[in-house]
DNA sequence: ATGACAACCTGTGGGC
DNA sequence: TGCCCACAGGTTGTCA
């Protein structure tokens, strides 16, 4: 489910409503994510107040007056404020009560987690990041540098969180039309102005799809339950068989690192 | 160090 | 309708 724009969109629908405001409650009904929440969790939580919500990579980190909570969306995780009182869904794994609003945390596959922040797999997962995509820290110069060892195709080594964090499937296709790149070519044999064209695209990319709300594949909805808008923009993500929406050569689909990828043949080299 | 790939799960959609 | 299979937005860990 969800890449950079689908998390940013949910920080931004939820914070508001998190900030400031105390947990009166909190209930784990379903401890089994990718790592088991902490058994702690609802009696340090319980009574503290939000200080800030923020997104770091794909990560939901939720700052509080007694610990901070390091959220993790994986494939089909959601937050959704609801009225208190609406019935429980199944895989709904947390219930947090803010007064007048609950939040919870919703994830089918499991492939999600609730951690604490300072935890040893915390640290881990939070040190192992690279620039965020929407900073200076990230451009050109960053890709095309990091890429001087790597054979690997364009499209898996834009997807490594150490080079660049936040560049999911359907981002990683999208940036890679817009700047003309074969999602096959090897790493390592693009030059670093292709990598200043890419690095725009991505941001570019990735901008456009937080100010729309997010991609709405099946089931997105961000903190009140709204799908996104970005899908309608997509250029080649699902677009197999379909005309380019430049040249009208078919779009393909190939399988690159064990995940589908779509590029125009006549557009992208 | 690099890279390929299995693994973790459930839900959904297509084909028959 | 119903069944079975393929596949899905992510990331880690293992092995060659």
Redesign the pocket.
């Known amino acids: ?4 724009p ?1 998390v940013e969109t949910t920080v931004r629908g939820i914070a508001p409503y998190l900030v400031n405001t105390c947990f009166d409650f909190v209930r784990i009904h379903h401890a ?1 994510l ?1 790592w088991p929440i902490p058994s702690e969790f609802s009696a340090l939580l319980t009574g503290a107040r939000c200080v800030q919500v923020e997104r770091r ?3 939901i980190l939720i700052h509080t007056t007694e610990r901070t909570v390091l959220a ?5 995780g959601s937050f959704r404020l609801v009225a208190p009182g609406t019935p429980l869904k ?2 709904d794994h947390v219930q947090i009560g803010l007064g007048e609003l609950e939040l919870r945390y919703h994830d ?4 999600g987690c609730m951690l604490w922040a300072d935890s040893e ?1 915390g640290q ?2 939070l040190s ?1 990041l690279g620039p965020e995509p929407l900073t200076d820290a990230f451009d050109g110069l960053v890709l095309y540098r990091g890429a ?6 364009v499209k ?2 834009i ?1 490594t ?1 150490q080079v660049v ?6 981002y ?1 296709s999208e940036s890679l039309f817009l700047a003309g790149i074969r999602p096959t070519r ?3 044999r693009i030059s670093l102005a292709r990598y200043q064209r890419l690095s725009e695209t991505i941001k570019q990319v990735l901008r456009q799809s937080i100010e729309s709300g ?7 909805v961000n903190g009140q339950g709204e799908p ?1 808008y970005f899908q309608q923009t997509l250029q080649v ?1 699902g677009r197999q068989g379909q005309a380019c929406r430049v040249c009208e050569t078919p779009i393909q689909s190939q ?1 690159i ?4 990828s779509y590029y125009c043949p006549q557009c992208q080299r």
């Open positions: 489910m969800p890449e950079l689908e089994g990718r990579a794909k990560y993790h969306l994986g494939m089909s199944t895989h089918p596959r499991r492939f797999r881990t997962l192992s001087r060892s790597k054979r690997i195709a898996n080594y997807m969180n964090v936040g560049v999911g499937n359907i990683a090897a790493a390592n997010g991609t709405t594949l099946r089931d997105f996104g993500y399988v690192g064990g995940r589908n």
